[in-house]
């Protein structure tokens, strides 16, 4: 038998983890689950995938300025301020 992927502690429940959610996230996941018909476990999983995705993307992002920056390759800031308010205008 299946063990429940959130127990009464509010405790999802994942191969060698387990995440401890609030009554509000809990409540969330499972409605958000519900209507899409999908399972809670594996849109937990799909967001995490996601969000290490997205740190892996910003810290190579990070790396590659800072290597443009240290050979100096950068944009002064009023440059890049002026950038900014010329997108604004428009």
């Known amino acids: 038998m299946a063990l429940p992927?959130?127990?009464a502690s509010n405790?999802?429940?994942c191969t060698g983890m387990?995440?401890?959610?609030n009554p509000d996230q809990e409540a969330r996941l499972d409605e958000f689950a519900r209507r899409n018909g999908r399972k809670?476990?594996?849109l937990v999983r799909e967001a995490v995938d996601r969000f290490l995705d997205d740190?892996?993307?910003f810290a190579e992002a990070v790396r590659l300025g800072l290597v443009a920056a240290e050979s100096g390759d950068?944009?002064?800031s009023e440059e890049v301020?002026?950038?900014?308010e010329r997108i604004l205008k428009t």
Do not use: K
């Not at 301020?81 to 900014?84: I, Y």
């Open 81 to 84: 301020w002026a950038g900014v």
């Open 11 to 13: 405790t999802l429940i």
């Open 5 to 7: 992927l959130l127990s």
């Open 40 to 42: 809670a476990d594996d």
């Open 55 to 57: 740190e892996a993307r």
């Open 74 to 76: 950068f944009v002064a």
């Open 18 to 21: 387990e995440i401890q959610l």
